[in-house]
Structures are given as C-alpha cells and as structure tokens.
C-alpha cells in the first residue's frame, strides 16, 4: 500500500487498513484464533515481533500501546509556550532499544482479554483519527513544522501508528491463517 503524503490519504488509510483488519479477525476460524503464533519455522521471520506475539490479542495490544503512545507525544508538546520537548518514546527508551519497551507492553497485557484488546483498540483508534482531524494537511505534512517532530513532519507519526502499523498486523495475522487452516 502506497504511504499516505496528505492528510485526505492519512484518513482514508488508516480507515481502510483498520477495517481490513477487523473483517480479518472476524472471518478467522475458531481453530485459528486458537491456535497460539508459531513462525519459529520460518527463517526469513527473524524479527523479534515474530516470536513475541503469540495470538490476536498480543497484536491488537501493541497497536493500543502505540497508540497511546502517538496521543501522549501529541498532547505533552502541543501546548503553548516554551516547554520542554517530550520524546515520543518513554524516557528509558530509544529507537534503538524500543524492541525492549515493546516486551513491556506485551507482558503489561498477558491478563487483558480479547475483548478487551479489541475494544481498548477500537478506542484508541478512535482517538487517533479525531486527533488527526483536528490538524491541516500543512500542520500534518510539512517536515520541521512543529518544533517537537524533529526533522520529519507529524503526519509521518500517524502514518506509523495506523495504516502502517495495521498493514503489519494484516501480515502477520494472515501469515498465520495461511500456517493455521
């Protein structure tokens, strides 16, 4: 799927892609949605998301947390005045050791159901749109236009936490359908 370059195309994506994803789940067979994740048998799965997701609700739970994770960055430097920036990372967290933080968020949810992560999901998704909406195309998708996104623009950072990270979670849940018949 091409990357979104306007907010009309941010909306649509992530709509799109997060509706995919839920027909998805609803079409799985119970035999499927039971089964726990196993690609240890695949070599070409080597990133360590292969391993750490064991089910549909492990999956819908990362895509919650970095959520969370885009309304928190949002609301802690959209403020007035000359705050601090807030990285968008929790403090003990980098790019380089957010594979880290992403087993936080996973053990955080062992006891959240799949009810649960659907629903805290279907919030935070929510949330994420109505807080796109609420910025132009030029607030979205002009590099450096606020102070806190670094060099990119902040249209880049719902991109990540939607359809980009949703199109991840339609891979992995269909890789797993084709494994699990």
């Given amino acids: 799927m091409a990357r979104a370059r306007n907010k009309e195309d941010l909306m649509k994506f992530a709509a799109d892609n997060y509706a995919a994803l839920m027909d998805l789940i609803s079409k799985m067979t119970e035999h499927q949605m039971n089964t726990p994740f196993d690609f240890s048998d695949e070599p070409s799965k080597k990133e360590a998301h292969w ?5 549909v609700r492990d999956v ?12 928190d960055f949002v609301k802690n430097n959209s403020g007035e005045g000359d705050a601090p920036i807030i990285s968008f990372l929790p403090p003990d967290y980098s790019w380089k050791t957010y594979g880290a ?19 805290m999901l279907e919030e935070s998704h929510k949330k994420v749109m109505a807080l796109a909406e609420r910025y132009s195309n030029e607030e979205l998708f002009t590099k450096k236009y ?3 996104t670094g060099t990119t623009d902040l249209g880049s950072y ?3 936490t939607t359809s980009s990270h949703y199109d991840w979670a339609i891979k992995k849940i269909k890789s797993h359908c084709k494994k699990v018949k």
Avoid: G, P
């Fill in 51 to 55: 391993s750490r997701d064991k089910n």
């Fill in 60 to 71: 819908l739970i990362h895509l919650y947390e970095w959520h969370k994770l885009l309304i």
């Fill in 101 to 119: 933080m992403n087993i936080e968020f996973w053990k955080r949810h062992q006891n959240t159901s799949l009810e649960s992560a659907k629903q």
């Fill in 146 to 148: 606020f102070n806190w």
């Fill in 158 to 160: 719902f991109v990540s």
